[in-house]
């Protein structure tokens, strides 16, 4: 055989083989496994008379985020490697447990050492899923305090029951994700969504994008005029000017949520930050990072970084964070009244005792006259 | 002093009522000035200043409550409201007593009886203080204390930071009347006369309420 044989001969064997291998990978499509997984009656029976649901509905399957992004069910449940149709069950009838951190890794580290991952040593075990759910997992970044809380700590956790300390604890529960103050490491923004006084809702993105006659690229070059990529108090004046002018007529509300970061996972009893202080007082890095949120209807979130002072003025109506996010002016309103009652009383004091002398004397000229 | 010149001016719940607010206004000052500037000052910790503030803002609400009642019920708040004929009249002769007759010695145009104790500036003034002043200050301290529970009414005001701007500036308005306060009781007929009368109940009759009074 010559080199050039030997070549092509190379090639082939390259070409066959590295298909060979592929084809195990994806051979399974989602829509074999869909044939069975989407009835709505397939169920298998544990233990205790326990009955699971197997059934996927794959119109929600479809909406989740791993879907959007291309991942199949055997790329998390990569146990099966085949199909055999022959059998009643086509593929082991036991899977091993998805193992999330294996795409997942920064957010698995920092669940190792986390009050929920220590739970598993007295007899709980707590996956990735009885938090994120199994199948139908969706961006986050749009949902609001609430949302985020129903889907994660309120499905165990009743607040309620403890924070007896906490001043206000249900103004805290609304306005502030949980793991604000229980995974303190992460950082945290506040997000502002565009209330509206007239249809009493918030207004979402695409409707606020409409009545500003813009879309969600041409966005910040119609409200930032100085293209400093932040949206100043002034600029977010000119915005709500704008929209009044299309009858469009609210006001932010304010809420303080966790950037999505592996490090929220970092949730450690006695771990949490109870200084009131840390939040009310104006130099808060809390309120450091401030947002209009832009959100889409796939529940991903754009958003657009606004001036922090914004919080101080009167278009973030619902949001006020004791001395935190107070109006500033208002302390030199109330600086000129005090000093101005003070200012009264001392000239008029100094005045009387200024002439005390004099009323001293007409006195005496009175006693004499009277006497 | 002669028993027949004294009158009792400031009956019992009048003066309990005075010194519960004295005291408390003076509490919910000093928290409320920790719990806005809390990067100021630091005589207490936050929670300490909020817990404090809420229980004695319910105290002043409470001795307002005796206010209202002992007043309405023995209908003296006839007293808080100045004769509209003779507001204007009388009104300027206060003004010029305070701002020149004062100082040569002039009697005050106002004779302070039982029945008539306020002149008519101070008639002016209560009842805007108790009527509009205090009540806003209490319903919004009220709001402020469980801003969930009363969502409903915050949102008709406007939003949370309408309720609180309400609650601050007149926050700053009572600090400021303090100060005008305090210094206008000394301008009895005694500097501590006034104050004397506040604890007693009982102010000295002067007939002419002359130049004494001014004198120091």
């Known amino acids: 055989m010559n080199i050039k044989t030997c070549f092509w001969v190379g090639v082939f064997i390259t070409v066959i083989s590295s298909w060979l291998i592929a084809i195990p990978a994806h051979a399974i499509e989602n829509d074999e496994c869909m044939e069975c997984h989407s009835d709505d009656s397939l169920e298998r029976s544990e233990s205790e008379g326990m009955k699971e649901d197997l059934f996927i509905d794959y119109s929600r399957f479809k909406f989740s985020v791993h879907n959007i992004n291309g991942i199949t069910c055997v790329d998390c449940h990569s146990d099966i490697e085949e199909l055999n149709w022959d059998n009643e069950v086509p593929h082991q009838v036991s899977l091993a447990m998805v193992e999330c951190d294996g795409c997942h890794e920064e957010e698995g580290e920092a669940y190792l050492n986390s009050v929920h991952k220590k739970a598993g040593g007295k007899g709980i075990t707590i996956p990735c899923y009885a938090c994120h759910g199994y199948h139908f997992v969706t961006h986050l970044e749009a949902d609001s305090v609430f949302e985020r809380e129903n889907k994660f700590c309120l499905k165990c956790h009743n607040p309620d029951n403890f924070h007896d300390w906490l001043p206000q604890k249900d103004t805290h529960f609304a306005f502030v994700e949980c793991a604000v103050c229980h995974a303190p490491e992460s950082p945290r923004y506040i997000s502002l969504r565009f209330y509206d006084l007239i249809s009493k809702k918030f207004l979402g993105a695409k409707d ?106 009167y278009y973030v109506n619902h949001f006020y964070a004791i001395g935190g996010t107070r109006v500033r002016y208002l302390d030199k309103i109330g600086l000129v009244l005090i000093v101005g009652g003070l200012s009264v009383v001392a000239g008029h004091l100094l005045v009387r005792i200024a002439t005390a002398p004099a009323r001293r004397k007409r006195k005496v000229q009175k006693d004499e006259f009277s006497t | 002093m002669e028993d027949e010149k004294l009158m009792y001016v400031h009956p019992a719940p009048v003066r309990v009522w005075h010194w519960v607010n004295a005291v408390g206004f003076v509490i919910l000052i000093i928290t409320g000035i920790q719990i806005r500037f809390a990067e100021m000052v630091d005589w207490f910790s936050l929670e300490e200043a909020i817990q404090l503030h809420n229980y004695v803002g319910f105290v002043v609400i409470a001795a307002y409550g005796l206010w209202v009642s002992y007043y309405f019920g023995t209908m003296k708040i006839k007293l808080y409201f100045p004769n509209p004929r003779a507001f204007v009249p009388n009104a300027i002769k206060q003004i010029k007593y305070y701002g020149s007759g004062i100082f040569k010695g002039d009697p005050n145009p106002h004779h302070m009886t039982p029945e008539n104790k306020f002149n008519v500036l101070q008639k002016n003034a209560y009842v805007g203080i108790m009527f509009v002043f205090l009540p806003a200050q209490m319903i919004t301290g009220l709001f402020l204390w469980r801003v969930k529970r009363f969502e409903n009414y915050i949102d008709l005001i406007g939003g949370i930071k309408i309720v609180s701007t309400i609650h601050v500036l007149l926050f700053f308005f009572f600090t400021a009347f303090i100060f005008v306060h305090v210094y206008l009781a000394t301008l009895g007929h005694t500097p501590l006369a006034h104050f004397k009368a506040m604890f007693t109940g009982f102010e000295e009759h002067h007939e002419s309420e002359t130049a004494d009074e001014a004198v120091f």
């Open chain 1, 208 to 313: 606020l994008l409409t009545a500003l006659d813009t879309d969600y690229d041409g966005f910040m070059e119609k409200v930032d005029k100085d293209k400093d990529d932040v949206i100043s108090l002034e600029e977010l004046e000119d915005m709500v000017l704008l929209l009044r002018q299309k009858d469009v007529r609210g006001t932010f509300h304010g809420e303080l949520v966790l950037e999505l970061v592996p490090t929220v996972h970092h949730v450690n009893r006695g771990g949490a930050n109870r200084e009131c202080e840390q939040c009310h007082n104006p130099q808060s890095p809390f309120f450091e990072e401030v947002y209009i949120a832009l959100n889409k209807e796939d529940g991903t979130g754009q958003r657009q970084k606004v001036e922090r002072r914004v919080l101080e003025s």
